[in-house]
């Protein structure tokens, strides 16, 4: 009679505070709560502290007149120009130097972790010794040697060394045909642009033939025709409206052509050699992580040693680490302020040192350097995605 009098009673609710779900709720709230006060400190701090010191707020003062030249811009600028278009340069400059570097970066890191895991006993070694001197020096270093050490020790303008297609080195730096393209010339973009589209259809269209039939398509002579034919055929209807201004040698100095400046130059190459270390490093760990048991499949198929190395099996496992050493080269190209490179952190500081616009140069600089870091995780994203299994 007891028991069944324990049955009917209804079971005890748990505690209000001992609720999971209500403790979660509870502590998530008062994380919020702290997280907004500590902004809101922050935020009337900062507008205090501009008040007191008379400091005016806001990016009015990017239509000013910037009165200062930058020796390497790659859009017109000028003294007389505003601080936005100084800062637009920088931006554009640390643009080129961060999409150069990833592509030469990525060159010689897949040739350095392929090479570490050579037969050969010469080869193997270089790579190694080359992976393990750049990879435990600091990046500024390297950019030193570049700068000081190679590109500071080349001879005179008078004295340059000569290179092929009319090309020259020297301490000012790099000196190369420009290329003049006259009317009609449009045509010639267009047709490239519509070479890789045409080539990305054939590529689809390869794939899913292969998927559906097994049949292959020759996708790489195709698009190679695509992407240069095209182009090839619009230079000879729009007429050849293409010159060359060739580089001369004059008394002191070289006049003509197109000059690579030894700052950029040692930027450039500073950070593409050191992110190679790392990068050759992932390429030789996505190889080994490949199971044994597969490599050995694809030697029993046939596969060339090259075509095993390319297994995509391998690619999976490089392409997440691989976007870490992109967004890194990209932030280091802020060291370019060291050697003079006016870079965004270069222009915008001294357009930071004239306004004295602070919170706002600083704001703008983290914006840039954050969008361009998105961007790149965006695209090696879609990489990724592309190269992952796929679940039936």
């Known amino acids: 009679m007891a028991s069944q009098e324990i049955l009917r009673e209804e079971p005890s609710r748990s505690s209000f505070i001992n609720d999971p779900k209500v403790r979660g709720i ?8 702290v997280l907004v006060a500590l902004v809101w400190w922050i935020v009337q701090n900062t507008i205090d502290n501009l008040t007191r010191l008379r400091i005016a707020s806001g990016f009015g003062f990017l239509r000013g007149r910037a009165g200062f ?6 859009i017109a600028y000028s003294s007389d120009s505003t601080y936005g278009r100084a800062i637009l340069v ?7 130097v961060a999409v150069s570097g990833i592509i030469t970066a990525t060159i010689i890191g897949f040739i350095l972790g392929v090479g570490r895991l050579s037969h050969n006993w010469l080869i193997r070694k270089i790579c190694t010794v080359y992976v393990e001197v750049f990879r435990n020096i600091p990046p500024l270093l390297v950019i030193f040697f570049w700068y000081s050490g190679v590109l ?20 000012r730096g790099f000196y190369f045909p420009r290329a003049m393209w006259g009317e009609g010339s449009w045509l010639i973009l267009v047709a490239l642009l519509l070479g890789i589209a045409m080539a990305w259809f054939v590529a689809r269209k390869a794939r899913q033939r292969q998927m559906a039939t097994g049949q292959q398509f020759p996708v790489f002579w195709t698009s190679a025709a ?8 619009a230079y000879a209807l729009s007429g050849f409206p293409l010159s060359f201004d060739y580089p001369k040698q004059s008394t002191f100095n070289l006049t003509g052509g197109f000059q690579v400046k030894p700052e950029f130059l040692s930027l450039y190459l500073a950070l593409s050699f050191y992110t190679a270390a790392f990068i050759a490093e992932i390429v030789r760990a996505g190889i080994m992580g490949v199971s044994k048991g597969q490599t050995e ?45 006016p870079d965004l952190t270069a222009t915008t500081g001294t357009v930071l040192n004239q306004t004295g616009q602070a919170i706002e140069c600083v704001l703008i600089m983290m914006v840039v350097y954050l969008a361009l870091s998105l961007l790149t995780s965006a695209i090696m994203n879609v990489v990724n995605a592309r190269m992952a299994l796929v679940e039936r």
């Open 90 to 96: 920088g931006f554009i400059n640390t643009l080129i």
């Open 26 to 33: 509870f502590f998530q709230a008062v994380v919020v709560i």
């Open 226 to 233: 695509l992407i240069i034919g095209l182009p090839l055929l």
């Open 297 to 341: 499949a694809a030697g029993a198929l046939g596969l060339r040693p090259g075509s095993i190395l390319r297994l995509p099996q391998a690619m999976r496992i490089v392409i997440p680490p691989l976007t870490s050493q992109y967004l890194n080269l990209t932030k280091n190209s802020s060291l370019a302020i060291a050697i003079g490179y």
């Open 69 to 74: 030249d930058i020796s390497d811009s790659a």
């Open 152 to 171: 500071s020790v080349l001879p005179p303008p008078r004295e340059s060394i000569n290179l092929p297609f009319s090309s020259f080195l020297n301490q």
